[in-house]
Structure formats: structure tokens, C-alpha cells
């Protein structure tokens, strides 16, 4: 799918959409038209979220974004190299809208990416910013928090929200596969 002209109607896609479950292709050349998808796709994930991967608004590209509060990062064909430690924390998704749930994750990472300029890089990521990299990780191999519960009495629901119920009933063995 060719980027120019998507940032006008890119939405994020919710659970149940085949692009959440499918591996995404690799980033060929970080150009600057990916650059703003990323910046466009900013937009989208402050008001609610801390990160946001392609295949969330609907691309099999392999990068996603995410900011901590320390600005704005790109991380395309990510590659996690070395994971130490486990914690296990609420998560939830902006592709899972009204689900919440402790998953656990490495609490150090060490991982390979290009940056925003297309840059290799390898760094170790600690902590909270370890886990959103984990998290946006697993949306380019098609894996969704909720893949990772591992006790489904443990699932926090928001009131009202349909695909929270879908879910629920999906984890417990009483709904459709999603």
C-alpha cells in the first residue's frame, strides 16, 4: 500500500482485523513520507496511548512510535537481542479498547533498530520504556497483549465497552477467536 495520501484517513484498527495478526514486512528505506506517517500517526495514540505500531492503523510495515514523555520515537525492523528480568504489569491496547490486564515482560532489553534517519542502532531499554517497546514489538509479529494473559481472572473490563465483552468472552473459551 503506497503511504502518500493514507495519514487523511488512517484510523486505528481494533481487534478482529486481519492486519493485527500477520507479521509485518520490513522497512526498506526509511524515507521522509514514513517519517510523517510516524508524526501523523502521533496524533492519533496522545490522547490515549504511549505507543502505536503500523499494523494498528491498518499497515504491515514493520515500525512503530511511541513517547514516554521524553519526545516523540521511531523504531523500524526492531530486533530484540537480549531480554533480563520479568515484572508483570497492567497493560492495555489502543487495538483492545476497554481491556486491561498484568502481562509479563522483560524488564531489560537490548535491541536492534533504524531510527528516524535510517540509522542501525543498539541500545538497552530499562523498565517502563522496555515494556511499550516490547508491547509495539509484538504488533509486528501479530501478537496481542491479550495473547500474553496468562490468567484470565485477572482481566480488568471498562464499562461498556462491546469489544472488552467479545474478548472476555473469547478468553474464557465462550466466544468466537478474534
Do not use: W
Not at 521522509?32 to 505507543?51: C, Q, R, Y
Not at 497493560?91 to 537490548?110: F, Q, W
Not at 482481566?155 to 473469547?170: F, H, K, R
Amino acid at each position: 500500500m503506497p503511504l502518500s495520501g493514507y495519514t487523511s484517513h488512517m484510523k486505528i484498527v481494533l481487534i478482529g482485523s486481519p492486519v493485527l495478526r500477520k507479521k509485518a514486512k520490513p522497512i526498506r528505506k526509511m524515507t521522509s513520507e514514513l517519517v510523517h506517517l510516524a508524526e501523523s500517526m502521533e496524533d492519533l495514540m496522545k490522547p490515549l496511548g504511549v505507543g502505536l505500531a503500523a499494523p494498528q492503523v491498518g499497515l504491515s510495515q514493520a515500525f512503530f512510535i511511541y513517547d514516554i514523555g521524553e519526545g516523540l520515537h521511531l523504531v523500524a525492523n526492531p530486533q530484540i537481542l537480549e531480554r533480563k528480568g520479568s515484572e508483570s504489569a497492567e497493560e492495555g491496547c489502543l487495538s483492545v479498547p476497554g481491556v486491561y490486564a498484568p502481562i509479563d515482560r522483560a524488564t531489560e532489553i537490548t535491541l536492534s533498530y533504524l531510527d528516524h534517519t535510517g540509522k542501525r542502532r543498539i541500545h538497552k531499554f530499562v523498565d517502563f520504556e522496555a515494556r511499550v517497546i516490547q508491547h509495539e514489538f509484538d504488533h509486528l509479529q501479530g501478537t496481542l497483549f491479550v495473547d500474553r494473559i496468562t490468567d484470565p481472572s485477572t482481566i480488568s473490563v471498562q464499562e461498556g465497552s462491546p469489544v472488552a465483552a467479545a474478548l472476555t468472552q473469547t478468553i474464557e473459551g465462550q466466544g468466537p477467536q478474534l
